[in-house]
């Protein structure tokens, strides 16, 4: 059954008030029962199918607009709790992998993985940088565990890095993954890679791909994810992030279910920003 615009928006002004002053930093503490269910909610909401028209009108819409900042917030502070949550379950786990495996979202990074080795050519041996990489670096761990390569995870936070590393270690995997308190100022890396991934809630997007853009060779191939249609692409705000001029358009992986993220590969195309 395909929603409304009635319904929709019924859903996301029931959901505001729980949500409209909280940061990202609040939903990744320890969530209280209210904010959990809000994120459940606006899970189930992306995922449902609405007619096109049903979707402009949301688009349209000046009042739902105003939610947005606060949905995103939600989704994305509420998305690196879990990822720390996990971490920690994975440490304390007497068979890690397969605590890894039970992670709700580790399928997608299998087929996210796969997407990316098409997308950008990837073959046994090569480096992969993974900017953004968090507390739960899924990305390099599916990649170089199952495709043979080797990774370096890029990542500000100190806590993060202190986490993912000791998560690294648990997996066996410190002698192909290594984790570097670094972020995009810190590019480029005295090591050649094949591909740098940006995470999805690495930011601000606009000033990563710009400095990128001045510090890595022409042709140097990168990968982000984004989400393209349906309403999952209004509930993400950074789905409307526009290229800089640095770059060209390389290939575009379409998803199949359960993921919903396209995964779009783009080359540097002179070496610096056009003026």
Known sequence: MKMTFEEIRAELLGIYPVIRDLDETGAMLEP???LEKAFYKLDRLAAMDIQQNELE????SSELKKLLPAVSRLRNGYGLYLE???AHTVLAASDPWKTLREFPFYRNYIQLAE???SGANLKKGNTIVFLGSGPLPLSLVVLCSQYKM????LEQDASLVDLSRKLIDQLGLSGQISIKKWNHFSLPLKEQCQLLMIAAMARPKEEIFRQVSRCLPTGSLLSYR???KGLRRLLDQDSNFKLPSGFTQYRSVQPQPPVNNSVMIVKTKNGKLSR
């Not at 009108?57 to 349209?60: D, G, P, R, S, T």
């Not at 080797?150 to 995870?153: A, L, M, P, S």
Request: glycine share 10%; hydrophobic share 30%.
């Open 32 to 34: 209280d029962p209210t």
């Open 57 to 60: 009108k949301i688009y349209a």
């Open 84 to 86: 720390i949550k996990q």
């Open 115 to 117: 997407m990316e080795v």
């Open 150 to 153: 080797t990774g370096i995870g």
């Open 226 to 228: 984004t989400y393209e």
